[in-house]
DNA sequence: TTGTATGCGTTATCAA
DNA sequence: TTGATAACGCATACAA
């Protein structure tokens, strides 16, 4: 390994003259400048940042952290999305992103700040987070900049962000209205997740709007698990043969109600319209193609590290920031 | 920020006897170590990785390096099956994994080599990366260990990883074979990728040993990509309608291969027979659902991340190692 | 069993 | 424009 004191030695300067050379410093001679790079260059120099994090006191790291990286995970490719989005604006303002799940943080009895502050990460954006994770609230009372993604939060530092889940989701539920139908089920997430909380609200309301009857045995929670929403769509609709469309909370979700469906010797969308939640790459292939609300997670990622960045520089930054939705209109759904 | 400095202070001993207790050696006495540690707790203490990493000479981090992150790039979820594998394992011998992409370095005008250097990182494994790089070259020299995905090589410190290439794309076409399919065409990846010419000869392997007349006409490059299948597969079949069945080296050309079929008013299988190759998450939600070349990229990224760490510890390592794959049979293909 | 002293590679302060 | 030197937080060889 080539160090500034090789360079030094080879240059005959002193270290402190390399290091302002390699930093650009003007007040450094241009020729020795030169000549400094130069010798970097051949000899392959390359910065330790180990030594530089260290003696600067900062790392230039933003942290992920998800729930889970396992196998089958990744099928919806939001983490994916979110990973890449907050990749992506890291990477214009030279920060880097280190990766961090709660399954690791468990079998090593680290906590999410501890793992932070061992890194010397300068923010964290998490997603998948159950606010009863035993380590959720020490993360979003300490001081180290957080974005949360889908639960809202106030503290400081602190910043989360998600589309309109109620606006979005009575969106959806009145269009399938609109299409006329009025026995509408709803397969929700995991019960105990705020956007499930938010995401029945919207559907409430939609039916309210247009004085339908909310009969609560239409709503059922899935864990946003398309097995679960197999087996849960199944049941309700076998119990409620009166429904016509089904609003899911994830569009996995909707593939497993979808597969439920079928087993019924029901057609989508002749026997059953059906809108999911997300708009996953998988959405458009289903076939009938699914519509879908869409959320935008690569964006929300970048978004992520944006406001991370602002509140590292001690910029002002939202407390609470929406991005927006879309619903795409695709082939899962008719007019009765 | 709390240091063993601290801790030291407060337990009135020397910094050596903390970092001693801390690290759980056995020359420090039950009571001291009992002591220092209890403070470490109450005060938070966290070690701080760059000190450590300064000193140790190492990092225990290996590297990612993905030929992009973009927004649509994930769709096949390749890049995060390998993510995830490698991942796991690095977990479980307590390292980290850091990752890295080819456009990033373009941008900052930085080798991998420079990168990891940087970063002090251990090992690396790469995929997608294009043998013309040109900071290929570098890294396979180097005597950074790292694993190649789907490109053999030579070089120590030094192995690749993949499924036997020729095999699979031999059984696949013997596949459409034994469904009396003779004229079958080869949407093939990218020119220029190793795997592609060896899918070619599994494709021509089968097509000769069963007296077939190989025609290079049926065969086109299509990039690994949907667009480009899509574009070439309507090419393909319009000049030569005579074809009925396709061989498509990835799942996601297939679908530009499917999409194409529709528009050209045939159906799959019942007019074309369509085999696709990696069996990504979406291939089994198709209509029809893809038979396709099962790869398990998630046991490739874990295997890369095991073959890294032999390399790192100097234990023997193989210098290719080869995964299996599977025939998974679904529904894309008819009897002719 | 404990402490002193040194060094890892870099940046920053101060003086020359 | 340059150079000594200290400092960052930690681990370790050596001494006590």
Redesign the pocket.
Known sequence: ?V???DI?REA????????????N?????????ELILKIAKNRG????R???N????KNNTLAIILSGLEKEGGKDNIAYGLLSGMYTYAETVNYEVVLFTTSTAQQKQKTYVQFCREHNIGGAVLHGIRTDDPYFEEIVSSDLPCVLIDIKTEGKNTSSISIDNIEASKEAVEYLISHNHRNIGMINGRQEAAVSAERYKGYEKALVNHNILVNPQYMVYADFSEEVSYVKTKELLSSHPEITALFCASDMMAVGSIRAIEELKLKVPNDISIIGFDNIPLSQYLTPALTTVAQDFYQMGNESAKQLLKMITKEKYENSVYLSYKLVERKSISMI
């Open positions: 390994m160090t500034i004191k030094a005959g300067v002193s270290i402190t003259t390399v290091s302002r050379a390699l930093n410093y003007d007040d450094v001679s241009a020729s020795t400048k120099y390359v910065p330790n180990s030594a530089q260290l003696v600067k006191q």
